[in-house]
């Protein structure tokens, strides 16, 4: 479901997995519908009541705007479907909740596609984390940035996307929880709009959490820089051993520092660039493939419905921090 970027994203990786076969793409604007289905050599599925009764369809995967998912996700996991539905799940721990209760009750699988977890230097670095390379990890450091996305309106609008808190700095919270093995116990953040007054939206985020093993994790997201700009995301991980770092922007993306030796990763662990890698090492497709196996093989899917709510749980802390000025605690 959804012709924007992510949905033609994931429509082209879908394209790939094997064994699936793509019945048709959904959409509300018939124009964009027919244009994307047109583009792909997909079927167009002009109401959403086909989707929900045709028994062909095993998957729907939901790549609308953030404030249809609970919606469409409860319809199509009632309809006996299994669903994968793009981040952030829901703009509301209540709608996130709802959602979690259709899966469990329909059996239906609910996956949240946190696709940060299937990009090769990220796997890498969880790999070389579980193997004790870097030791205790101290800090994670965190930075994600581009132009403000102003192709799709909506997401200029808080009520809508949540803000960049909620949209863009949930990838490297959620990559935070994953590395630090569960949900930070206490949240600080300022999120402020920097740039883009005439939006009812956050543009910027400084996010500090602390994990009850004591690490401290440090996000920024923005929104507020030019047009030019080039998508940009870094990571830190110090640790008692070692550290990790990435750079999808450096020729180098992944190093790594340990008392004993200094290790590049690549081309292996390059950062995904459409066109540029062969496909296996898409994360999208990776992403895809998992939750298509695990639909298969009845497994459950790394970031399911109650994995993504610590994010969700997370980011949202974050914007009530902002606004009172002072940490909230995370049960």
Sequence with gaps: MGYGFMGTTHLSAWKLVEDCDVIGVWGRDRKKLDETAL?????????????????RIDI???CTPTYTHEELAVRALEAGKHVIVEKPMALSLEAADIMIKASRNTGGKLMVAHV??????YMKAKELIDMGMVGHIASVRAWRGGPAPEWSPWFLNREMSGGVAVDLAIHDVDYAIWVNGGLPSRVYAKVEN???SQHNVEDFALITLKFPTGSIAIIEANWALPKTYPFTMKLE???SQGVIQLDNQSPTPMRMWTNESVQSFS???LPWKPGVHPFPLDPFYRELKHFAECVREDRKPLTDGEVAKMSLATCLAAVESSKKGSAVSLA
Excluded: C, M, S
């Design 39 to 55: 583009r792909h050599g997909v079927k167009p599925i002009y109401e959403l009541e086909d989707v929900i009764r045709d028994n």
């Design 60 to 62: 729907v995967d939901i």
């Design 116 to 121: 940060l977890r299937f990009f090769p230097e």
């Design 194 to 196: 920097l740039v883009h």
């Design 237 to 239: 991980v110090d640790g």
């Design 267 to 269: 081309p292996e662990t």
